[in-house]
């Protein structure tokens, strides 16, 4: 099993930065596909980048691509997301996740593992 702690998350005003971490612990993150997800008040969450450990390959939303980096630290079992040009519609709590048949990457549906969730507030 693999238990997923996400951290970073804060008030920032537009235009700053910062780095998100997804700490797993249980099983490292060999093989799997990891992704960050998004959920503001009243919607549904959206994905927002994946990575996967097999394969390399990066996928992001195109509302945050050139803005959003997502990597992974094989020493430390962590995942990042740096978001720099913050914006107030990114505005969310955000969640770290991980699977292993995962054919979609953008499907939350398809993930087998969640974090907590991380506050991210960017103001005006």
């Known amino acids: 099993q693999v238990q997923l702690v996400e951290s970073g998350g804060g008030l920032v005003r537009a235009g700053d930065s910062l780095r998100l971490s997804c700490a797993a612990s249980?099983?490292?993150?060999?093989?799997?596909?990891v992704g960050w997800f998004r959920q503001a008040p009243g919607k549904e969450r959206e994905f927002v980048a994946s990575?996967?450990?097999?394969?390399?390959?990066?996928l992001y939303e195109d509302s945050v691509k050139g803005r959003f980096t997502i990597s992974i630290d094989n020493a430390l079992n962590t995942v990042y997301l740096q978001m720099n040009t913050l914006k107030p519609v990114d505005t969310a709590v955000y969640y770290c996740a991980a699977g292993q048949s995962i054919t979609h990457f953008n499907r939350a549906d398809e993930y087998d593992y969640w974090g907590q969730g991380t506050q991210v507030t960017v103001s005006f």
């Open positions: 249980g099983r490292t993150f060999s093989r799997y596909v």
């Open positions: 990575l996967s450990t097999f394969t390399g390959e990066i």
